[in-house]
Nanobody
């Protein structure tokens, strides 16, 4: 059974930082890229970042470039999203999901069939 467990969310002031772990199980970790997504209140889910073990590539949506960093610990089947200089517009539920390696560079359109419960991030101004 595919499982994704996101954690690390919370309430932080603008300019603060959070680190979100994503623990994955139930599939061959290296066979998929891992994407981070978010859904803000009243908005559609959107891709945030992706990491692909096939080419070592990391990808980000423009609004988080320079502030967010995605990394992977393959020994632990865990992907991390380090979020610095957080802004109120980053407030959302954050999800991680396995996606095809080929879809990783296309942050705006990447999708997955498997989702965890997500972790809530609230950034106050």
């Amino acid at each position: 059974e595919v499982q994704l467990v996101e954690s690390g969310g919370g309430l932080v002031q603008a300019g603060g930082s959070l680190r979100l772990p994503c623990a994955a199980s139930g599939f061959t970790f290296e066979s998929y890229a891992i994407g981070w997504f978010r859904r803000a209140p009243g908005k559609k889910r959107e891709g945030v970042s992706c990491i692909s073990s096939s080419d070592g590539g990391t990808y980000y949506r423009d609004s988080v470039k320079g502030r967010f960093t995605i990394s992977s610990d393959n020994a632990k089947n865990t992907v991390y999203l380090q979020m610095n200089n957080l802004k109120p517009e980053d407030t959302a539920v954050y999800y991680c999901a396995p996606i095809p390696h080929s879809g990783c560079p296309f942050i705006a359109t990447m999708e997955s069939d498997y989702w965890g419960q997500g972790t809530q991030v609230n950034v106050s101004s």
